[in-house]
């Protein structure tokens, strides 16, 4: 018995805490207890599935703030759109990580990656 004690108590609550942090879907490690989190395009993401990921994200949402003359139209890139378009979808579907899949071509962020008066959801 009082080994078992000594073991329960080994680990601090600090040590417990960085343990939970993480819990891995696949490949993709997910953020949990309520962390907010981002969807934005991979760097390494081709044109073409970019584009393909704006124009489904954007069947799916409002994406106005990508459009000339509002706040996140520049700079005018394909993956500076398709990252804005990802995760206002990431974001209005829950924010599970599949949500953020995109055919392997999404990342998830735990720092916000707003910039300017461009302010992602």
């Known amino acids: 018995m009082a080994r078992s004690s000594t073991l329960s108590h080994s680990l601090q609550p600090a040590s417990i805490a960085v343990i939970l942090l993480f819990l891995t879907i696949g490949t993709t490690p997910v953020l949990v207890f309520g962390e907010k989190t981002w969807c934005i395009a991979k ?3 081709d044109v073409a599935t970019l ?5 489904y994200a954007c069947s799916q949402v409002d994406c106005s703030m990508i459009q000339s003359g ?4 520049n700079p005018d890139t ?8 990802m995760n206002l979808y990431y974001q209005a579907k829950g924010r599970n990580s599949w949500n953020c899949d ?3 071509s999404g990342l998830l962020l735990n720092t916000n990656p ?3 008066k461009c302010a992602y959801a």
């Open 51 to 55: 584009l393909a990921n704006i124009n």
């Open 70 to 73: 509002h706040p996140c139209f």
């Open 114 to 116: 707003s910039y300017g």
């Open 102 to 104: 995109f055919k392997n």
């Open 43 to 45: 760097p390494s993401a």
């Open 78 to 85: 394909p993956i500076s759109h398709a990252s804005i378009a």
